[in-house]
Nanobody
């Protein structure tokens, strides 16, 4: 199994940028499909970005053109570069991992808070 730890959250003004990291341990990182999710207060958790083991990416419509997901398999780390942040991006951001090929078992990190406010 894999353990995940997010970092990089914080308070940022609208229009600002943050880079989140998701560090993995305990397994072979390169064979996992990785995702970023977020959950705002009173809202359901939503999928933000996907990066598959092979490097393909996909994004929620609400973040396309502003967020970029990437991974460094040598460092066992996934990143989420967030630019042009808006107040509605405020949420707890979680990373998740699942074995490539559509495994039903999903591993989650503990989350990192992102607050966009002036």
């Amino acid at each position: 199994q894999v353990q995940l730890v997010e970092s990089g959250g914080g308070l940022v003004q609208p229009g600002g940028s943050l880079r989140l990291s998701c560090a993995a341990s305990g397994s072979i990182f390169s064979i996992y499909d990785m995702t970023w999710h977020r959950q705002a207060p009173g809202q359901q958790r939503e999928l933000v970005a996907v990066i598959l083991s092979g490097g393909s990416t996909n994004y929620a419509e609400s973040v396309k053109g502003r967020f970029t997901v990437s991974r460094d398999n040598a460092k066992n780390t996934m990143y989420l570069q967030m630019n042009s942040l808006k107040p509605e991006d405020t949420a707890v951001y979680y990373c998740a991992a699942a074995l490539r090929g559509g495994s039903p078992k999903v591993y989650w990190g503990q989350g990192t808070q992102v607050t966009v406010s002036s």
